[in-house]
């Protein structure tokens, strides 16, 4: 399995991301999309703003896609993310980390 971001990831400093959580997406036909929901949580009391690598990583760079890749939780809130893997070749994804920045927002 692959690991996509946190789905709970804890407010922490900037440039830092939560422990990685597993997603097996099992086997996938060459073009046959596949979808997966997740949620990422802000538990804290700051507004945060995350961003996934686009492209992604690895063997997803050409076959899938975080929605939102980039967006703002607001505390004690949460944001549902969809990855879609569409492969138009015959890959083998054994473990992939894809990683979730996460940053407190500071208004001025």
């Known amino acids: ?3 996509p971001p946190p789905p709970h990831p804890q407010p922490q400093p900037q ?4 422990q990685p959580d597993e997603l097996d997406a099992g086997e996938v036909a060459v073009g046959q999309e596949i979808s997966a929901v997740f949620t990422l949580r802000n538990n ?4 945060m703003r995350f961003e996934f ?3 992604l990583p690895g063997e997803l760079a050409e076959c899938g896609k975080m929605v939102p890749s980039v967006g703002h939780i607001q505390p004690h809130s949460k944001k549902a993310i969809t990855l ?3 492969p138009t070749q015959q890959l083998a994804v054994k473990s992939l ?3 979730c920045t ?3 927002i500071a208004y001025k």
């Open 1 to 3: 399995p692959w690991h």
């Open 15 to 18: 440039g830092a991301a939560a």
């Open 44 to 47: 804290g009391d700051h507004p």
């Open 53 to 55: 690598p686009m492209p």
């Open 84 to 86: 879609t893997i569409k």
């Open 97 to 99: 980390p894809v990683p």
């Open 102 to 104: 996460m940053a407190r």
